[in-house]
C-alpha cells in the first residue's frame, strides 16, 4: 500500500515537475540524458568534466550544471551514469551532504551489491531515497530509448521515479534496493558468456574458411539470433572495436557476480571462462575496445584473423 506522501510525489513526476539532475554524461548517459530531456516534460541539468558532452545536453535543450554540487542542491531526482565504484560513491555521499529531504537518487551505474545496501543506509539515514536502477543495452538501446532498466527500489519510490525512467527504456520493479544491481549481474554472466560463445564461433568460421557475412544471414533468424548478435556480428565483420560497450566495464561487472556468488557459497564456471577471455584482453592492453574485440583472443589461440577490417 502506497503512502499518500508517495502518490503525491508519484503525481509530481507525472506532472513533469522534478527538477532532475544527471551527473555522467559518457558513452551511454548522454543518450540517456538528452531522452530525458525530449519525453520528461521537466527540466534536465547535466555535469560531466568533458564539457563538450555538457554542450551537446545543451543543444538538445537540456541544461547544463557548472558544478555537481548545484546539481545536489537542487534536483529533487538525481540519476548518476558513472564509471566506477569510487566514483558512485563519492556521488552518493556527496548528494546525502548537500540534497533535500524526499530527494531521490538513482543509480544507472553497474553497482556492486553490496555498495548499494551500505550507501542505502546513509542515504536513509539523509530522508532520502537510493534507487539502484542499473540498465542494459548498449548504445543503440541508450539511442533509442529502449534500454532495459532493472530497478531495485522501496514499491512508494519505483511509483514516482517510473515515468521519468520510462523515458530511457523499459523499467521493470525488481524488488527492493540491491535488487536492480543482482539483475544487473545476472544479465551481465548471461550476456559475458554470449559474447564469448558468438566470439569463439565467429573465429572457428574464419579458420573454416567459411564467409563471416554468409555465416550471420545464415544464423541470425535462428536460435542463436537476438539482439545482442545483431549489434555485436557486424562489428566483428566490419573488425569495428570502437566501444559502444567496453570490455573493461563488463569485466568490472563480471568480478562483481565472482564476488556476490561467494557470498552465496557458489561456484559460476562458464563466468570464469569469461572472466579469463577478458582478463586476457586486459593482459594485451585491449580492455577498453568494444566487447566484439574479444574474438581477438580466439583469433590467436586459432591462428586466424576474423572480418575485413
Known amino acids: 500500500m502506497k503512502s499518500t506522501a508517495y502518490e503525491e510525489v508519484s503525481k509530481v513526476a507525472e506532472a513533469g515537475n522534478e527538477r532532475i539532475g544527471f551527473l555522467g554524461l559518457g558513452v551511454m548517459g ?14 534536465v541539468y547535466g555535469f560531466d568534466v568533458v564539457d563538450e558532452k555538457m554542450q551537446l545536453l545543451k543543444k538538445a535543450g537540456g541544461h547544463t550544471a557548472t558544478e555537481p ?17 569510487e566514483t558512485v560513491i563519492h556521488s552518493v555521499k556527496e548528494a546525502v551532504r548537500l540534497s533535500a529531504p524526499e530527494t531521490v537518487i538513482i543509480d544507472l551505474s ?16 539523509a530522508r532520502m531515497f537510493l534507487a539502484d536502477s542499473p540498465v542494459s543495452g ?8 529502449t534500454l532495459a532498466i532493472m530497478t531495485g527500489a522501496e514499491e512508494g519510490v519505483f511509483t514516482r521515479i517510473e515515468p521519468l525512467l520510462a523515458c530511457m527504456g523499459n523499467p521493470v520493479h525488481t524488488g ?8 544487473k549481474l545476472i544479465n551481465n554472466t548471461i550476456a559475458g558468456a554470449y559474447l564469448a560463445a558468438i566470439a569463439e564461433g565467429y573465429a572457428f568460421a574464419a579458420k573454416a574458411g567459411i564467409d563471416l557475412r554468409t555465416t550471420f544471414d545464415a544464423t541470425r533468424t535462428g536460435f542463436a539470433g537476438g539482439p545482442l548478435y545483431e549489434n555485436k556480428v557486424p562489428k566483428i565483420i566490419a573488425r569495428d ?19 556476490y556468488a561467494h557470498t552465496l557459497g557458489i561456484d559460476l564456471p562458464v563466468t570464469d571462462v569469461t572472466l579469463r577471455i577478458m582478463d586476457w584482453m586486459k ?19 586459432m591462428g586466424t584473423r576474423a572480418g575485413r577490417g
Not at 553497474?110 to 539515514?125: C, D, F, Q, R, Y
Request: aromatic share 4%.
Open 283 to 301: 593482459d594485451k592492453g585491449y580492455i577498453d575496445i568494444d566487447q566484439a574485440g574479444m574474438i581477438k583472443y580466439f583469433e590467436e589461440k
Open 110 to 125: 553497474s553497482t556492486a551489491p553490496h555498495i548499494i545496501s551500505e550507501l542505502n543506509e546513509e542515504v536513509k539515514g
Open 241 to 259: 572495436y570502437e566501444p559502444g560497450a567496453r570490455i573493461a566495464v563488463h569485466r568490472k561487472d563480471i568480478l562483481n557476480a565472482k564476488a
Open 138 to 145: 548498449g548504445n543503440p538501446k541508450a539511442a533509442d530509448g
Open 176 to 183: 527492493g534496493v540491491g535488487s536492480g544491481s543482482v539483475t
Open 30 to 43: 548522454l543518450l540517456m540524458a538528452v531522452n530525458l530531456v525530449k519525453k520528461s516534460g521537466c527540466p
Open 69 to 85: 554540487e548545484e546539481i545536489y542542491k537542487t534536483c529533487s531526482v538525481i540519476m548518476q551514469m558513472l564509471p566506477t565504484h
